[in-house]
């Protein structure tokens, strides 16, 4: 887990350097796109899997959905403060727990409500004035 989080800490230094040079945001989309296009082909061959699996529509759509998504991570990256673009992604699991709540049906336990208000009030602390933000978090802090 340690591993991954360096990676991914490593790669959002990586973009933000790319887009401070000036390198345009879909083509640090590309090469990353390009990375995993390989590294998926490469185990998808290993495994002898079907390369477009048996249901293709959804594999598009979660394709394209995947694809809207890197560009927005990678988009908030360039254009936001390193921490606040860390602490956008950060809140993907609030939300994928909300979409398939609404979607998918599914139902929520007590204990992934509480951390989806957690992280929204961790959403307002961070995101209010500095005042109100003091505040929010001499709350948060003493609970």
Do not use: W
Request: aromatic share 10%.
């Amino acid at each position: 887990m340690m591993m991954s989080a360096l990676g991914f800490a490593l790669m959002g230094v990586f973009v933000k350097i790319a887009g401070i040079q000036g390198v345009p945001l879909m083509e640090i989309v590309a090469a990353r796109a390009l990375i995993s296009a390989i590294l998926s082909y490469s185990d998808v061959r290993r495994k002898k899997v079907p390369l477009f699996g048996q249901r293709r529509g959804l594999l598009l759509l979660r394709g394209l959905v995947g694809s809207l998504a890197l560009m927005c991570v990678y988009y908030s990256l360039v254009n936001l403060p390193f921490a606040e673009a860390t602490v956008l992604q950060y809140l993907n699991p609030m939300f994928t727990a909300l979409l398939a709540l609404f979607f998918l049906g599914e139902r929520l336990q007590l204990a992934t409500v509480m951390c989806i208000v957690f992280s929204f009030l961790g959403l307002l602390a961070y995101s209010t004035e500095d005042d109100h933000r003091q505040r929010l978090n001499m709350i948060a802090f003493s609970s």
